[in-house]
């Protein structure tokens, strides 16, 4: 099984079902975003990683509120128009880290802005920070949805592995550790 059934029921709730892909919606908003510059001249790059994303899970709305497994549960809506002005917080970001980001969309109304890497690792960055939320769009629809801790990433780029918690890595080491997984 792919999902844990209760994040499947929750992704079918909100529109999702095994086989879902709007790629003429998905490439739309890469061409949209791509076309995007902010006040500096930083626009987004969109790859693969967020195409399939996109293609797949794009334009879910996922309402949730409550106490989940570590940290509370909170709506969030796959639609990177709603991170739109995010470029140059993303361009940064993903110097840190050694690779691009394209915007995924927003948790709790724009609380937190979600993006994915071009090795498909998502992570959300609010105003508290920058949070790893999976190796992949599927891991971190689990996070989401079940109300897992994320990994805080730190001034290096690194965070800990969630496996491990007091393992260290680096962005690189983490995809390749990731990649054998």
Known sequence: MRFPEQVAAVLREAG????RRDEERARRWGLELSAYASWDGRQHTFF????DALAEF??????QSGPGAEVARSPFTLDP??????AGTLAEFGRLLGTRLFPLGEEDDGTAYLAIDEGGRVFALDHAGEWY??????EA?????????PARVREDG???????????AGPAEQAESEASA
């Open 16 to 19: 999702w079902a095994p086989g």
């Open 48 to 51: 693969a990683a967020a195409y």
């Open 58 to 63: 794009g334009g879910l709305a996922v309402k």
């Open 81 to 86: 128009t709603r991170a739109l002005h995010t």
């Open 133 to 138: 939320l999976g190796a992949s769009i599927d």
């Open 141 to 149: 629809l689990v996070t989401l949805v079940t109300g897992r801790r």
């Open 158 to 168: 690194t965070w800990a592995a969630p496996a491990e918690p007091a393992a260290e």
